[in-house]
């Protein structure tokens, strides 16, 4: 059994900064993909930014240049730092990881955080 355990959503004024985490805990032997999605009230969610394996990583154009995502392999930990914030970047922000539990058993299966809130207003 594999946990996502989100932390650093809350109340940021228009211009400001937050740093997401999301720490994974459980039965992992590699984790392949991350990524931070977002869901707006009354919108679909969305993928906000994701990071490879590597170090390649996609944004969504809405927050290309003002959010960065970054991992740490040792801690299994996944970050978002949101800068130069806006109104319309108020979503619940969800982590997303693709992972292997076994290094005989090449199936990557997923798992999602539980959302932890931004709100961007004055």
């Known amino acids: 059994q594999v946990q996502l355990v989100e932390s650093g959503g809350g109340l940021v004024q228009p211009g400001g900064s937050l740093r997401l985490s999301c720490a994974a805990s459980g039965s992992i032997f590699s984790i392949n993909h991350m990524a931070w999605y977002r869901q707006a009230p009354g919108k679909e969610r969305e993928m906000a930014a994701a990071?490879?394996?590597?170090?390649?990583?996609d944004y969504a154009d809405s927050v290309r240049g003002r959010f960065t995502i970054s991992r740490d392999n040792v801690k299994n930990t996944v970050y978002l730092q949101m800068n130069s914030l806006k109104p319309e970047d108020t979503a619940v922000y969800y982590c997303?990881?693709?992972?292997?539990?076994?290094?005989?058993?090449?199936?990557?299966?997923?798992?999602w955080g539980q959302g932890t809130l931004v709100t961007v207003s004055s």
């Open positions: 990071i490879g394996s590597g170090v390649s990583t």
């Open positions: 997303h990881i693709l992972y292997r539990e076994r290094p005989d058993v090449y199936r990557y299966l997923e798992v």
